[in-house]
């Protein structure tokens, strides 16, 4: 009795995580293949820029003579602004692949958004014009606003954080459910003989199980990357404003100290980090009163971990230089692991042959869901 009522409770619990993939495979399945097919060619995101001239500067900067010093910031800043009189300088940025190129992010105001603004490379050493483009535009981004948000902005987020986790949901019920398929006709199997829909469906279980790790790994990265925006605000709410209270009343700075003081205050405070990046006070990519200065550590499992340093724009003393708290560090591991950024081009290639496999049992998916429709369709009515 107690054999027979054990077998009955795990049909139904087991009928029970049946339902739960298959229901959630239902609800994400479409998303998650927008969101695989736009993923691949984000993989290799800046090996597709180069090779649209996305990024208009020479593949390879100019060997100077040896000992040539580096250029001062400021010299830069004002080499932009003699051949933009009419434009302003909003921000400066280094390119972490390129230890000798510098940029200046140019627009129309102050204020200007960033799809408004200009990008405008240097050699730091000579101060040679590589080229300029677009700071937002071009293929890979339309590609990275369909992935990110389904070119809906914070809505298309949550909305795809929401399908992440049916899509985690779906992949642990698809594991529970395989479970006593594959210790009853074999782990792996194949069923050559049987009907189509029963070769797709072991095709979608061995290939689903290939990509288990991977699979859980990107999806659970993904929801984390749909919260940036509300991480990012809470971070605003509790960070800036104490930062900014005791400058409450005071004057805006008439003048602004060097940009190179301000970037050795950051280096000093951080020593362990790099500059990625300088928005300027006036611009949207600083504060109303300080350089907001982003660094990046500095070894490949640190660069692109990020931290904020805000130097006073009329003193150049440093103001704050905390790092991000855990949900922020969270997020910043999750960018580059969703995309297999770590290792370079080889583990790219895995990343873009792991996303082929997904395609695949997310097709075979809805192939399955169809056929099962279309049989159950068919069955006779009394």
């Not at 006593?180 to 689903?208: C, E, Q, S, T, Y």
């Not at 792991?354 to 998916?365: A, E, K, R």
Request: with cysteine.
């Amino acid at each position: 009795m107690t054999l027979v009522s054990g077998s009955a409770s795990q049909k139904a619990s087991l009928q029970r995580w049946r339902l739960v993939h298959t229901w959630t495979s239902v609800v994400c399945t479409a998303f998650m293949l927008v969101l695989c097919i736009t993923g691949l060619p984000l993989v290799f995101r800046d090996e597709i820029d180069a090779a649209l001239q996305a990024r208009p500067y020479a593949p390879q900067l100019a060997e100077p003579p040896e000992g040539m010093p580096v250029k001062p910031v400021d010299s830069i800043i004002a080499q932009g602004k003699s051949l933009y009189p009419a434009k302003h300088v909003q921000f400066v940025f280094w390119d972490p692949d390129r230890p000798h190129l510098i940029g200046l992010g140019v627009g129309e105001e102050f204020d200007s958004p960033l799809s408004k603004v200009q990008r405008v490379f240097f050699d730091d050493r000579t101060g040679q014009v590589l080229g300029s483009a677009p700071a937002e535009g071009g293929l890979t981004d339309f590609i990275w606003k369909l992935h990110k948000s389904l070119c809906t902005g914070i809505v298309g987020d949550l909305f795809l954080g929401i399908m992440s986790l049916a899509f985690l949901a779906s992949i642990v019920s698809g594991v529970v459910v395989y479970g006593p398929m594959a210790r009853r006709i074999g782990f792996g199997i194949v069923r050559k003989a049987r009907a189509a829909r029963i070769r797709w469906l072991d095709v979608h279980n061995l290939v689903g199980s290939t990509t288990l790790a991977w699979a859980l790994v990107v999806g659970a990265t993904g929801f984390i990357n749909t919260l940036e925006a509300p991480f990012f605000g809470i971070w605003n709410q509790m960070t800036v404003p104490a930062l900014l209270a005791p400058y409450k009343g005071k004057p805006l700075p008439a003048t602004r100290s060097s940009v190179d003081d301000a970037v050795a205050t950051a280096r000093a405070a951080l020593p362990d980090m790099t500059p990625t990046s300088v928005g300027f006070p006036e611009s949207r990519f600083g504060s109303p009163r300080h350089y907001f200065i982003w660094m990046h550590g500095s070894s490949l499992l640190t660069a692109r971990m990020f931290t904020p340093v805000l130097v006073e724009a009329d003193t150049g003393k440093l103001a704050t230089a905390r790092r991000f708290p855990w949900y922020l560090r969270a997020l910043e591991v999750s960018r580059p692991l969703h995309f297999g950024d770590y290792g370079g081009l080889p583990l790219k290639v895995l990343w873009a042959l792991l996303d082929v496999l997904t395609i695949v049992v997310l097709g075979s998916g809805i192939y399955l869901w169809i056929a099962r429709l279309r049989a159950m369709s068919e069955e006779p009515t009394e």
